[in-house]
């Protein structure tokens, strides 16, 4: 913890540590509800907005991908100079528009600008999230608020397309983006009424291009940081690819649309058990003993899995069980990855946040649409999508680790 953090069980005075971490969680939960919620509504938005094509549905999701993750590369260069509080709450705003514009778009290409301007705001409260985080924490303390976090925050996937299918049930599609609005609204009035400042002044950086490039400088040269966030990056690229092709898999090639909410919270549920069980380890392991061996787990999973669909032995069953595996050792990996990726740079913490997630939400936004435009009415793309990632992730842990597995690189 640094030296100015209060103590873990009151962060700051009026804000208890359940609460920050609730916070941290719902800040964190304004993505995932943008992400997920609307999944099962894409063929009635589809419809409604002329996209022909089936695989062009997966743009309402990468469009927004995209602007989350471009506008991250900002956010850490201004929160680093006027402050999280500030910054976090523009964003917060430009949120609520995107999802006001999307609320009412009546064309495919005023779509695919609210969700940009949707996901620019977003951008904020990851970027944002993190900072905070790691002003208030450091080490494996960092971790495990980032694993609780990750339970409140996992659980969006799991209730966010049931949340969808609810809405389409009794309401226009129109009505998800609203509530999305709504949510945005909610989460910055308590943020306006309950979290003070984070960064301490003597940290704040003036924007100027020497101390810019200097912090841009030492994220991309710090060699655990690198390797560590290109492994986040390709990890996050095989879940974007399920998320693309979710809705069209489920559909048409399980003829199982009826269960896909079912399913798809099972499969999320998986990730939400193993981010509270790295909570609960993490501390005593240590966050690379817990995610190398996820890796290898997930790894191995996808390597069984791949066999059985290269065989035609693929069911509804088969995939579930399977991506439920998988996702577990996602779950393991995620925030560990992120907390070694930020560790080194506590003192340039709002820059690393910013490139780390552009860099892996952009990165693993393309990757997954990649992995999405490969649908071919078959599980097939996806399952070898994810193995392909699960190897790269491992060779951007070897290279952050000097080629050591479950241990610090040599000389630290």
Known sequence: MTAMSPPATTPYPGLGFRQFVAMIAALMATNALAIDSMLPALPEIGETLGIVSPNDRQWVVTSYLLGFGAAQIIYGTLADRFGRRRVLLIGLAIYVLGSLGATFATSFEAMMTARVVQGIGAAASRVLAVSIVRDTFSGRQMARVMSLAFIVFLAVPILAPSIGQVIILVAPWRWIFALLGLFGVVVALWVA????????????????????????????????????????????????????????????????????????????????????????IVERFGMRRVSHTALI???????????????????????????CVTMFFFGLMASNFGALAMDPLGHVAGTASSVQGFVSTVGGALIGFWIGQHFNGTALPIVLGFGACGLGALAMVLLAEKGRLFRPQTGR
């Not at 787990?297 to 509804?316: D, F, K, N, P, Q």
């Open 297 to 323: 787990g997930y790894l191995a999973a996808t390597l069984i899995h791949g066999s059985v669909a290269l065989a035609g032995y693929e069911t509804l069953w088969t995939f579930t069980l399977f991506q």
């Open 193 to 280: 009424r309950k979290l003070p400042e984070t960064l301490h002044p003597d940290d704040r950086t003036p924007i100027a291009i020497g101390p810019i490039l200097n912090a841009f400088r030492i994220c991309l040269t710090t060699r655990q940081s690198v390797g560590y966030m290109l492994a986040m990056t390709f990890v996050i690229g095989s879940l974007f690819g399920f998320i693309n092709a979710s809705q069209q898999l489920f559909e048409d090639v399980f003829r199982a649309s009826d269960i896909f909410t079912i399913v798809f919270a099972v499969i999320a549920g998986f990730m939400a058990i193993a981010s509270f069980l790295n909570s609960r």
